[in-house]
């Protein structure tokens, strides 16, 4: 279908060369044959008036007339009384595009995608109101590119926001607004790098791949620090030479443990006699469901730990807001660092999700959401209950997945791979894992983006998967031997 690009006329490229001594009105149909012919111009697109396209080029629009009338005779274009001139049926004489294949996953049953929210569930009419009103609402001088760190407005609601429902001891001055949390990390590691730290460690398992990358491109090494079930082991830390650290201690990345209460104040300890810092990722502090609410590390510590959040889990991947509550020495060097990256995060945006937290309809929505995402907690375990009840469950007490103990005989990657057969996406613990193993067989459950129907469907067709299986054997076999649960978080 061609493109309609508004009830204006729309623009047309179109070269003339004055100096070639070649007649003009010839030059432009030889170029408006060209374009028609090497598919520039689709069937049925409609070409600016005479009027406009004599005016882009400088000719009369006599001789555009001219032009258009002998194209019309040629058959290359059509035209119908009150209506544009188009180009028509069959003039071109390029071969038609080739169907491009589908690039989409097909339909899934129940697709357990961890870290994606509920997407349908995205505020728009109070996204679309706050947008609206930023707009109508900004000071001229906003639309300019302003303070790499941020709008003023958007630093200092986080910062109450922060202050109030996180414990931060947050300053707006303080504050670096980023495009999301992959870019939080690659600029504090930058910054980190510029003041000597040479070695960054994180969890493990944990995110391996995003952590390499920001270190690599940092100059750093990054080496792995194992996770049990009081959260990261911070004598491990302590054995290697790193001096920074990434860690999710509200609720660790993927295994769902909270860092324990001594395990909190050791790694303070440590980030203090080693002149290291910690970057804490406020994993899915927002929701919570069987745990009191504990405040961030930074609340503790603001001189040491670097307090990373961003909204793609409270709202949705595709805003890219996220925030840096900054060590006061470390603030010019990260807003430095975001200045040479990209200037700074769109303007309009951080205003609109300045007036979204400021008007309470932030809050609303993360009520909301808690209500949904229990009630598919809820469902995921009712269905685990009926279709693999001796299947461990673990990482429940917050946030929107969960962790599957499958039986020490059992083969990840073919799990996945039945289950993928049976248009149900798993995805395995292997992953997270520094080496990669997939030994002992975890499956992360994410429910965020499922429905409670979807849940219910997905675990019912592969519950005999999640049972067991030796490795070798055919994927709707169901092993007998049980896996001992494991220690809760």
């Given at each position: 279908m061609p493109p309609e690009w508004s009830s204006s006329s729309p623009d047309l490229l179109l070269?003339?060369?004055?100096?070639?001594?070649?007649?003009?009105?010839?030059?432009?149909?030889?170029?408006?044959?060209?374009?028609?012919?090497?598919?520039?111009?689709?069937?049925?697109?409609?070409?600016?008036?005479?009027?406009?396209?004599?005016?882009?080029?400088?000719?009369?629009?006599?001789?555009?007339?001219?032009?258009?009338a002998q194209l019309l005779a040629e058959g290359y274009l059509v035209t119908r009384p009150g209506s544009a001139t188009r180009v028509a049926a069959g003039a071109a004489t390029a071969p038609p595009a080739t169907a491009r294949p589908q690039t989409g996953a097909p339909r899934m049953l129940a697709d357990f995608r961890c870290g994606v929210p509920d997407l349908r569930s995205f505020p728009v009419r109070d996204w679309t109101r706050a947008m609206r009103e930023a707009a109508s609402g900004m000071p001229t001088e906003e639309f300019d590119y302003g303070d790499p760190r941020g709008t003023r407005a958007l630093r200092e609601v986080l910062a109450g926001y922060l202050r109030r429902v996180r414990a931060a001891a947050a300053d707006p001055d303080h504050i670096v607004v980023c495009n999301g949390?992959?870019?939080?990390?690659?600029?504090?590691?930058?910054?980190?790098?510029?003041?000597?730290?040479?070695?960054?460690?994180?969890?493990?398992?944990?995110?391996?791949?995003?952590?390499?990358?920001?270190?690599?491109?940092?100059?750093?090494?990054?080496?792995?620090?194992?996770?049990?079930?009081?959260?990261?082991?911070?004598?491990?830390?302590?054995?290697?030479?790193?001096?920074?650290?990434?860690?999710?201690?509200?609720?660790?990345?993927?295994t769902g443990v909270a860092l324990a209460p001594e395990r909190r104040l050791a790694l303070i300890e440590w980030a203090r006699d080693r002149?290291?810092?910690?970057?804490?990722?406020?994993?899915?502090?927002?929701?919570?469901?069987?745990?009191?609410?504990?405040?961030?590390?930074?609340?503790?510590?603001?001189?040491?730990?670097?307090?990373?959040?961003?909204?793609?889990?409270?709202?949705?991947?595709?805003?890219?807001?996220?925030?840096?509550?900054?060590?006061?020495?470390?603030?010019?060097?990260?807003?430095?660092?975001?200045?040479?990256?990209?200037?700074?995060?769109?303007?309009?945006?951080?205003?609109?999700?300045?007036?979204?937290?400021?008007?309470?309809?932030?809050?609303?929505?993360?009520?909301?959401?808690?209500?949904?995402?229990?009630?598919?907690?809820?469902?995921?375990?009712?269905?685990?209950?009926?279709?693999?009840?001796?299947?461990?469950?673990?990482?429940?007490?917050?946030?929107?997945?969960?962790?599957?103990?499958?039986?020490?005989?059992?083969?990840?990657?073919?799990?996945?791979?039945?289950?993928?057969?049976?248009q149900v996406g798993l995805y395995g613990m292997s992953s997270c894992r520094a080496s990669h193993s997939d030994t002992p067989a975890q499956l992360i459950l994410g429910f965020g983006n499922v429905s409670e129907r979807g849940i219910a469907a997905g675990i019912a067709a592969i519950g005999d998967l999640l049972t067991g299986r030796p490795k070798g054997r055919s994927p709707g076999w169901a092993g007998t031997k049980d896996l001992p649960a494991p220690p809760t978080p």
């Open positions: 070269a003339i060369d004055r100096s070639s001594g070649r007649p003009l009105r010839a030059q432009l149909e030889h170029a408006l044959r060209d374009a028609i012919r090497n598919g520039r111009l689709e069937l049925g697109e409609r070409l600016p008036s005479s009027r406009e396209l004599a005016r882009a080029l400088g000719l009369s629009r006599g001789l555009v007339q001219e032009c258009y949390y992959a870019q939080g990390v690659g600029l504090a590691l930058r910054a980190l790098a510029d003041t000597g730290v040479r070695t960054v460690a994180f969890e493990n398992p944990g995110s391996p791949a995003t952590v390499a990358a920001a270190a690599t491109a940092a100059g750093m090494r990054a080496v792995p620090v194992p996770v049990d079930e009081h959260g990261i082991d911070v004598r491990a830390l302590a054995a290697t030479d790193a001096r920074a650290v990434l860690v999710t201690p509200a609720h660790q990345w993927p002149s290291a810092y910690i970057l804490e990722d406020d994993y899915d502090a927002e929701f919570r469901y069987d745990r009191e609410p504990v405040g961030v590390l930074q609340g503790l510590e603001p001189h040491r730990v670097i307090g990373l959040g961003t909204v793609s889990k409270s709202l949705a991947p595709a805003l890219r807001i996220g925030w840096m509550v900054c060590p006061p020495d470390l603030a010019e060097s990260l807003a430095e660092q975001k200045l040479r990256s990209d200037r700074g995060t769109p303007g309009l945006d951080q205003h609109a999700l300045a007036g979204l937290i400021e008007s309470g309809r932030f809050d609303r929505h993360l009520r909301r959401m808690r209500a949904t995402y229990a009630a598919r907690r809820a469902a995921l375990l009712a269905a685990l209950s009926e279709h693999a009840p001796k299947v461990p469950v673990t990482g429940l007490a917050a946030g929107f997945h969960a962790v599957a103990h499958l039986p020490a005989d059992t083969d990840e990657k073919h799990v996945i791979a039945a289950a993928r057969a049976r």
